[in-house]
Every structure is written in structure tokens, then in C-alpha cells.
């Protein structure tokens, strides 16, 4: 599919499910099923998802792994939102991504015989989730239970690029955290023992990441 097309239906698509997702954050912030996204949280999430829906399509062209590449743009956005309002990262919408990009993959390796890099996604999500986890039970302040499912749904995705990937995505994720935290202090808006949202730095680098490495081939 050509790049316009591509863009031109992830735009279609985002408009669609972009009020959606920020109503679901909105609600999920609240913990309230009544609540409403304002206007400017509808406009970034849309825009937010016609890039992710666009950048999975082209990553990963008419393959299953597509579905789990842009499941996990979409629940990337609600996440981001989540977590920069509530500081949460909800079970409600990592629990179902962790199912569907693993079926996605699953089927993938059935389809396009990319059983490796199916073994390799799932060794990189448990070796993920085990290490953040263990971090977690060592310094409680340094990741919330959130952060560590959500480290565990990247290292599935990421590793299934490739080792790589999931290496420059776990560093990116941390310095673009590093350097949040750095403005947030220098600009006055946070102190140094505040708690930084972590979601969106890891969902950021984990972005860069396939931008940069994409897709293995088969």
C-alpha cells in the first residue's frame, strides 16, 4: 500500500476510535463511567493514533503482526493519558493488549513462519517482566506494579523486532524519563522526590525504537 493510503486510512481509523480511547482514559482517570474527555484530549488522541495506526501499517505491511502493532498503538494512547493524569497504568487495558498482541504474534508465526522471532518475543516479555519485576521487589519507589506489566507488554512487541530493538527501546524509554524529570524539576513543576510518570517515557522509547529497527522480515 502506498504511504498516502496508508496515511489516509490510519486518519480515517483514528477518527473513528480517537474520541473513543480519550473518553475510555477520561473514564479510566476518573474511575468514573460518566466522565467525558475534553476537546483537547480528543484531538491528541486522535492525532496520537492515526500516527500509531499509520507507523504499524507501514512497519509491518498485511501481516497478523500488524494487528498487534496497532492494538498496541491504541492502547499506548490511553495508557500515556492515563498515567499522565492518574498516574495509573490500568489493568483494564494492559491485560487485554498483553492477550491480543500475543494471539497477533501467535498467528503470525502460523502464517508467515516467523516462529523464531515468535520464540524470541516471548523470551524478551519474560525476561522483561522477571527483571522489572525484581527491580519492583528491591526499591518499591523505582517502578509501580503498572510500570512493570506495561515493561512486560513492551518486551513482547519490542523483542519481537529483535534484541536490538528491545535494548534500544528499554534506554530510550529511560532517558527520555531521565530527562522529564530533569525539565519538570528545572521548570519548577516537580520536585526531586515527586512521582514522574513513567508510562509515557517507556511508550516513547519503545515508539523510536520500531521507528528505527522496525519490523524482521518473515
Do not use: Q, Y
Not at 512493570?148 to 513492551?154: D, E, N, Q, T, W
Request: charged content about 10%.
Amino acid at each position: 500500500m502506498e504511504p498516502w493510503g496508508v496515511l489516509g486510512c490510519a486518519v480515517a481509523g483514528a477518527l473513528v476510535l480517537g474520541p473513543w480511547l480519550a473518553r475510555t482514559a477520561a473514564r479510566l482517570t476518573a474511575r468514573d463511567p460518566r466522565a467525558t474527555a475534553t476537546s483537547g484530549t480528543t484531538v491528541l488522541a486522535t492525532a496520537l493514533l492515526a500516527g500509531g495506526l499509520a507507523g504499524a501499517v507501514l512497519l509491518g505491511g498485511l501481516r497478523p503482526a500488524t494487528i498487534a502493532l496497532a492494538w498496541a498503538a491504541g492502547a499506548a494512547v490511553v495508557l500515556a493519558l492515563v498515567d499522565l493524569a492518574a498516574h495509573r497504568l490500568p489493568d483494564r487495558v494492559l491485560a487485554p493488549a498483553l492477550g491480543v498482541c500475543g494471539a497477533a504474534l501467535l498467528a503470525d508465526a502460523a502464517v508467515e513462519g516467523a516462529w523464531p522471532a515468535l520464540a524470541r518475543a516471548v523470551t524478551a516479555g519474560a525476561a522483561t517482566l522477571v527483571v522489572s519485576g525484581g527491580v519492583r521487589l528491591a526499591a518499591p519507589p523505582a517502578l509501580g506494579l503498572g510500570d512493570v506489566k506495561l515493561l512486560g507488554l513492551l518486551g513482547l512487541v519490542l523483542g519481537w523486532a529483535g534484541w536490538g530493538v528491545l535494548l534500544a527501546g528499554l534506554f530510550l524509554g529511560l532517558l527520555t524519563g531521565a530527562l522529564a524529570s530533569v525539565v519538570l524539576v528545572a521548570t519548577r513543576r516537580a520536585g526531586w522526590r515527586d512521582t514522574v510518570p513513567f508510562g509515557p517515557p517507556l511508550l516513547a522509547g519503545a515508539v523510536l525504537a520500531l521507528a528505527i529497527g522496525g519490523i524482521p522480515p518473515g
